[in-house]
């Protein structure tokens, strides 16, 4: 087994490893950026390394940065995290190049799977159905128009090495095609620095259901069941559950999910943690998107219904241990629902809201999981992807799940930024959610149904009772106070002088 | 003491006695009747308050934003802006002028794209600038047709949250 291992990641995904590894005896090594000195991860890590500016481009993507890091701290693998370089098949030749043991899949099946055209092309000679669509990126705008024509309107456009739902565009009409390319491909270059995009017939309402693969490096791969991640906005997920409720129904689909998904990962000659994304449309048809190569940032699921600890795994085959699992020992017992706490504005179209945490009351008690990245008095920096904290919550069954998550967000409360907490709070409430009626529209028919949340009356004015108190106790109002010591404050007192 | 309170689009006059932990108040947002409500406010940690309404329990907290109280009760979220009738009268200013508007940027950031040119007429919902912030792209609309008066933002420049992007009139 290792004795250190460098966290290549910051923010929540760093400290659940930093976490797994000081369960396993070993020494941690965060990386930070400028704006991450003072981050959960850096305070919880035996040892941290500076890398550079806030940008992640000059930090926490700056492969050469990070491999100075674990050759300083004497390092003898690298964990990726999720994002950032999790996926880039340069950093993980890179790591072996070095002589650092990457966590997560050979490079070749990186490559192999990265762009999202190979990927369909190899599930699709694999055995595992895809979406129909093209499997080569779009050369042209004639091409495009054909291909478009051919597979029906609506069609999606795709980053080809994408994720996220960055560089991805609904188009309806052909004469919207033209604009649609031209943006999709300029988001992609941006966020992914290649601008190929390809073009998939769009499936209506369906469900967004995927399958966790874990393999060891002799060969065995198994599977360890689905995740339900329909509530998405912006192609972007926000709530995740284990099991599906589709599998209460229909049992079987499990084991056929399974099965394709094991057939993509054993032709890409993968092994560690990943992850095969399926669409599943209202027949129960599933087909293949993705694989994610690296761990998603919902593993909490399926750890609270399998009992695994998917990091732990991911380190163990990585130190060359052999699963000491098999399929028939894989078993999945109750039901639980996350919920990703993202420091946005769902009143304002979710308007990232960075800036300073000024309270913080973290939810706990039975069956309550949370996965968090910051602490009260952390500023939630500007330059990076908004996720806080992921909450968990596992119980025997379904309805007690979504009990037991709306009871634990009742506990949580986060003030000096906007989350999207009330807006969990509204969709655990909701009969259709609640009903298991998901799909990747879920939250846009959401709010055309029900609208915005209306105001309690009786909650106002205590708001207002307690404002007035508490104004009075510490005088000095926000707008009044003389200090500008935040640039929050600096732009409202600009706001309010105009 | 008496407080004038902004919420959102209303506005009221509260009354408020405070002795120790028990408060009672009376409130009249404009121009609904007054309502009369008592209440016991325990702050338990700073900014923390233990609230009985009659006999409900509510867990409260107070934090401040650049522009106003937040006030998170119940798993809501208000905004509150409380004034001193003497103070208020001294420096009024007017909301919602019409005429001109300014369009802000909602959140620190950067100026990715500037879409429009200074002295442009623009429709309504037209965008006028990209800001982008967390990897996400967030493009400001026109929230009204007219003129761009005055073009602040340049592309490749940092904002902070409230910064003047576009002047409309």
Known sequence: MFRKVLVANRGEIAVRVIRALRELRIASVAVYSDADRGSLAVRMADEAVHIGPSPSSESYLNIHRIL????????????????????????????????????????????????????????????????????????????????????????????????????????????DLEPSLRDAASEAARAFSSEEVYIEKLVPNPRHIEI????????????????????????????????????????????????????????????????????????RNFYFLEMNTRLQV????????????????????????????????????????????????????????????LGLSEPSGPGIRLDSGVYQGWVVPMD???????????????????????????????????????????????????????HTGFIDEFFARLGREEEDVELADLAAVLASIHASRHRAAPSQAAAADSRWRASGLLELMR | MKRIIRLGARQGMLDLQNEQDQVRASIEWNGHPARGLS?????????????????????????????????EIAGRQFHVECLDPREASANRRGFGSEGRQNITAPMPGKVVRVLVEE???????????????MKMQNEMKAPKSGKVIALAARAGSSVAAGQVLVTLE
Request: aromatic fraction near 6%; charge should be neutral.
């Open chain 1, 68 to 175: 100075d890091a674990a050759r300083r701290t004497g390092a003898e693998a690298i964990h990726p995290g999720y994002g950032f370089l999790s996926e880039n098949e340069a950093f993980a030749d890179a790591c072996e190049q070095a002589g650092f043991v990457f966590i997560g899949p050979p490079a070749e099946a990186i490559r192999r799977l990265g762009s999202k055209t190979a990927a369909r092309r190899l599930a699709k000679a694999a055995g595992a159905p895809i979406v129909p669509g093209v499997e080569e990126p779009v050369r042209s705008l004639g091409q495009a128009r054909r291909v478009a024509r051919a597979t029906g309107y609506p069609v999606l456009l795709k980053a080809a090495a994408g994720g996220g739902g960055k560089g991805m565009r609904r188009v309806d009409r052909e004469e």
């Open chain 1, 212 to 283: 966790q693969v874990l393999g060891d490096r002799y060969g065995n791969l198994i599977h360890l069941g689905e995740r339900e991640c329909s509530i998405q906005r912006r192609h972007q997920k926000v709530i995740e559950e284990c099991p599906s409720p589709v599998m209460l129904e229909h049992p079987e689909l499990r084991q056929k999910m399974g099965d394709a998904a094991l057939r993509v990962a054993r032709a890409a000659g993968y092994y560690n943690a990943g992850t095969c994304e399926f669409l599943v449309d209202a027949e």
């Open chain 1, 298 to 357: 919902e593993h909490p699921v399926t750890e609270l219904v399998t009992g695994y600890d998917l990091v732990h795994l991911q380190v163990r085959i990585a130190a060359g241990e052999a699963l000491a699992l098999t399929q028939a020992d894989v078993r999945w017992r109750g039901w639980a629902i996350e919920c990703r706490i993202y420091a946005e504005d769902p009143d304002q179209d979710f308007l990232p809201s960075p800036g300073k945490i």
């Open chain 1, 384 to 438: 990076y992807d908004p996720l806080l904290a992921k909450l968990a919550a596992w119980a025997q069954d379904r309805p007690a799940a979504i009990q037991r998550l709306r009871r634990a967000i009742g506990e949580c409360s986060i003030a000096g930024i906007r989350t999207n907490l009330g807006f969990f709070r509204r969709i655990l409430a909701d009969a259709e959610f609640q009903a298991g009626r998901l």
């Open chain 2, 39 to 71: 209440a016991r406010c325990l702050e338990v940690e700073p900014g923390v308050y233990a609230l009985l309404s009659g006999d409900r329990v509510f867990q409260a907290r107070v934090t401040k934003s650049p522009a106003a109280w937040v006030v």
């Open chain 2, 119 to 133: 002295g442009a007429t623009v429709e309504q919902g037209q965008g006028l600038v990209v800001v982008e912030a």
